[in-house]
Nanobody, 118 residues
Framework: QVQLVESGGGLVQAGGSLRLSCTTS????????MGWYRQAPGKQRELVAR?????GTNYADSVKGRFTISRDNAMIYLQMNSLKSEDTAVYYC??????????????WGQGTQVTVSS
């Protein structure tokens, strides 16, 4: 059974930094990418960053130059610097895969709250 568990969220002042971690367990077949998404109150869930199976990365324009996604075996990380109040959201880890066992929207973690105070 595949599980994704996020950690590292919390309360930080604007301009500060946080590092989110996502631990994956279970075997994910035909993995396309691992990513971080976020959802602020009253808004749709949006892509923050993702790292492709080949190592390439994509970032939302709003976080380019401030956030860095990385991967180390079964862990993925999101280093968040120069945080702004608009970064406040629940952050979710996602595994995008193509295997027939893979859910349509991939696997998701339970989310971790990031709150940036101004």
């Amino acid at each position: 059974q595949v599980q994704l568990v996020e950690s590292g969220g919390g309360l930080v002042q604007a301009g500060g930094s946080l590092r989110l971690s996502c631990t994956t367990s279970g075997r994910i077949y035909r993995l396309n990418a691992m990513g971080w998404y976020r959802q602020a109150p009253g808004k749709q869930r949006e892509l923050v960053a993702r790292i492709l199976s080949g190592g390439g990365t994509n970032y939302a324009d709003s976080v380019k130059g401030r956030f860095t996604i990385s991967r180390d075996n079964a862990m993925i990380y999101l280093q968040m610097n120069s945080l702004k109040s608009e970064d406040t959201a629940v952050y979710y880890c996602n595994a995008d895969c193509s295997d027939f066992l893979c859910p349509l929207a991939g696997y998701w973690g339970q989310g971790t709250q990031v709150t940036v105070s101004s």
